[in-house]
């Protein structure tokens, strides 16, 4: 981006001052560390300077939004046109609470639903299952049947919102639920706006909610991908997520690294399932997280994204423009909130989510302050919302595209996230690609290893947590926090009673018994699926049958 | 009293598959010097008793994050009484309210370790209340 002359003029000068002024502070006043670095422990210079970006070519690396490379955005016209979705993750105790919750959300200008759905339905249990005791309801709402799914978007009008499903081993199912639910609104398949999760491989990696073993698992995904290709084409069938690998303790660097490998192994599946590349890449989508080092984070999300564009085009030779945009959804850290002062998560979130934004995110989840206590109460989650539109209609951030482009510092941070993520993907590649290296335990071990040292550093100081390692105060034990009751439990277990009671049995059963002659098959099981839904079969019945044809995945533990 | 190492099993009840802490605890806890068993997640309060006995362990960690805190820990602890565990130190993490602490030292666990607590001090208070068995 700069001539040969001004940068050895940049540099020149650049020694002036370091023997200068520079020298002159330093021998009466050194700096508070020897050695600075990001949150994730890359080193940072005391100053940027062109020098630092010499080799930065403006038009190969970070181009116009809107088009390749995307490093400024996918969007020609980013928030100046549109401004990003809010959408609060949410949901708990029964659909009827869930639903309230939602309408509450919306009221209070909401943009988008994003549904947390409990323990039980995330591994494809009923609430009568004696593993789901004392989870039903806990950490998102329990769907058992196409009943509660009724329940949970009663008076929502499924054509007019976009819903996200963090839902993923039983994705399709609570997908075929939802093209229910929207039929029976009159709202056909093709005016659905919205993602699931769908993304397995972080599963086994970091989150926990797996079912079944990798291989019927990406049958799985790949059977959505082609279906929704045909059927639902505004779907997004995938968000691809480092959200849960950095929550786990990865590194920005890991993050995208792991993310990105995920990709690249769903790519090769549909491929081999017989997709092209720009049939189903258009659709796929990402899930990030904000930590807290504010230009790290920024440099993460726009190394990301003109990473993942050279990999479609460059390695699975997509030509669809749209197949080589990393569209993301963003949620704050939510490791990085304290039960200390919670009241300070304020403002670690804002900071958070502020880097999201300037980082080009398409959807935002803000934490509320009480999270690391309780799931968060109406008020909590009402600032969590206020912090988003403040950003939003306050900062002044969002009047111009990809405002910190040609900041020295993040386009040097940007390179090397990139670079350090790319070596990670050689690395993975070499071990069979992301399901062998996951088999193989390489990427948790990384990603312990990195929980680790964060821990250690932590404690030893060299990491400062704000209310926890320095700045402690006694303070009275938190109040007002939400409590799901406990009786939830018991009400699905009811509700599921009185279904089987009234449900057509006969249609049940054949329904279910052609999705098990599918499994054991070829066919996408999308259509079999949606079958068994309509017929009212369980959430709990329909993977039952896919676990008699396909079995369970055991993990083996290290730590 | 023998003079082998404190033994612990360290456990994921229930359905969560937040294991960060767990497995960080389980490291700190071996770097000082004790014998560390990790069940991995989801683990029935059957399981976890018959890992406690057959590993002959002198301490269970129990870690949960999900909110199941209240139906689960309390069939652990009676499994671990009624297979004559009594001297066993059972403690807890994760995200579990102070309201519900109370509660749960009366039935047996000993303490409660919620975020922000550091593994030096988990160390501690198990070297400080473990009975030899």
């Known amino acids: 981006m700069y001539d040969r002359e001004s940068l050895e003029l940049v540099k020149a000068l650049k020694r002036e001052w370091e023997e200068g002024s520079l020298k002159t502070v330093l021998s009466k006043h050194p700096e508070r560390k020897e050695r600075f670095v990001t949150g994730s422990n890359l080193p940072v210079e005391r100053l940027y300077t062109p020098a630092e970006v010499e080799s930065l070519d403006y038009a190969r690396d970070l181009g116009f939004p809107g088009e390749y490379p995307y490093t400024r955005g996918v969007q020609p016209t980013m928030y100046r046109g549109r401004l990003w979705t809010m959408r609060q993750y949410a949901g708990f105790g029964t659909a009827e609470e869930s639903n309230a919750r939602y309408k509450y959300l919306l009221k209070q200008g909401q943009t988008g639903l994003s549904v947390a759905f409990d323990l039980p339905t995330q591994i ?57 639910v929207a039929e029976k609104q009159n709202v056909p398949a093709d005016k659905l706006n919205g993602t699931i999760q769908n993304d397995i491989l972080k599963e086994y990696a970091a989150r926990g909610t797996y079912i079944f073993p990798p291989k019927p698992s990406m049958r799985l995904i790949t059977d959505v991908f082609a279906y929704c290709s045909k059927n639902l084409p505004e779907w997004n069938t995938i968000s691809i997520s480092g959200y849960h690998i950095r929550e786990a303790g990865a590194t920005a660097v890991q993050e995208v690294a792991f993310t990105l490998a995920n990709g690249i192994a769903y790519v090769d599946a549909a491929i081999k399932a017989g997709l092209s590349v720009d049939q189903f890449g258009p659709r796929l989508s990402f899930f990030f997280s904000a930590h807290s080092d504010l230009f790290e984070e920024v440099a993460k999300f726009r190394a990301a994204r003109r990473l993942w564009a050279k990999i479609m085009k460059e390695r699975f030779g997509a030509k ?3 197949s080589m945009m990393l569209r993301f959804h963003t949620q ?25 934004v300037l980082g080009g995110t398409q959807s935002l989840h803000t934490n509320s302050r009480d999270e690391a206590l309780a799931l968060p109460s109406e008020d909590s989650v009402r600032i969590a919302l206020r912090t988003q539109q403040i950003i939003a209609y306050e900062s002044g951030v969002t009047n111009t595209i990809d405002p910190l482009a040609g900041s020295y510092y993040v386009e040097a941070l940007t390179d090397r996230i990139e670079k350090e993520a790319a070596e990670y993907i050689a690395k993975i590649d070499a071990l069979g690609g992301s399901p062998a290296a996951i088999e193989k335990g390489f990427i948790q071990q990384e990603i312990q290893d990195s929980a680790y040292r964060w821990q250690k550093e932590v404690e030893n100081g060299d990491r400062i947590v704000v209310g926890v390692n320095k700045f402690q105060i006694q303070e009275p034990p938190p109040t007002g926090l939400l409590k799901v009751d406990p009786a939830v439990g018991e009400r699905q277990k009811k509700k599921i009673a009185e279904l089987k009671a009234k449900r057509d049995g006969a249609r049940v059963e ?19 699926i949606l079958e068994a839904v309509r017929s009212y079969a369980t959430l709990g019945e329909i993977c039952d049958t896919l676990r008699k044809v396909f079995g369970e995945y055991r993990s083996t533990v290290s730590y | 009293m023998s003079d082998r190492l404190i033994r612990v099993l360290v456990a994921k009840p229930g359905l969560d598959g937040h ?11 071996r770097d000082a010097g004790m014998e560390v068993i990790y069940t991995g997640l989801r683990q029935t309060p059957e399981k976890i008793v018959e890992a406690a006995l057959q590993e002959d362990v002198d301490v269970v960690g129990l870690s949960i994050l999900s909110g199941a805190h209240m139906a689960i820990l309390p069939r652990v602890i009676e499994l671990l009484k009624k297979h004559g565990l009594n001297d066993v130190l059972v403690v807890a993490g994760g995200v579990i309210p102070n309201d519900d602490v109370p509660a749960l030292k009366e039935m047996g666990v000993s303490a409660v370790f919620t975020p922000g607590t550091s593994t030096k001090d988990i160390a501690a208070f198990i070297r400080a209340n473990v009975r030899r068995r």
């Open chain 1, 124 to 180: 494809g249990y009923d609430s009568d299952h004696p593993l789901a005791e004392g989870e039903v309801g806990k950490v998102g709402v329990a769907i058992d049947s196409l009943a509660d799914m009724e329940t949970l978007f009663e008076g929502i009008p499924l054509d007019k919102v976009s819903t996200s499903m963090t839902i993923n081993a039983p994705a399709s199912i609570l997908l075929a639920m939802y093209i229910v």
């Open chain 1, 320 to 322: 669809d423009p749209r």
């Open chain 1, 332 to 356: 704050t850290a939510g490791s990085t909130l304290t039960a200390q002062q919670p009241d300070n998560n304020i403002v670690r979130v804002a900071l958070q989510a502020l880097s999201a």
């Open chain 2, 19 to 29: 294991d960060r802490g767990a497995k960080v605890v389980a490291r700190s806890l």
């Open chain 1, 510 to 528: 054949a329904s279910l018994n052609s999705l098990r002659r599918a499994a054991e098959g070829t066919d996408n099981l999308m259509p079999y």
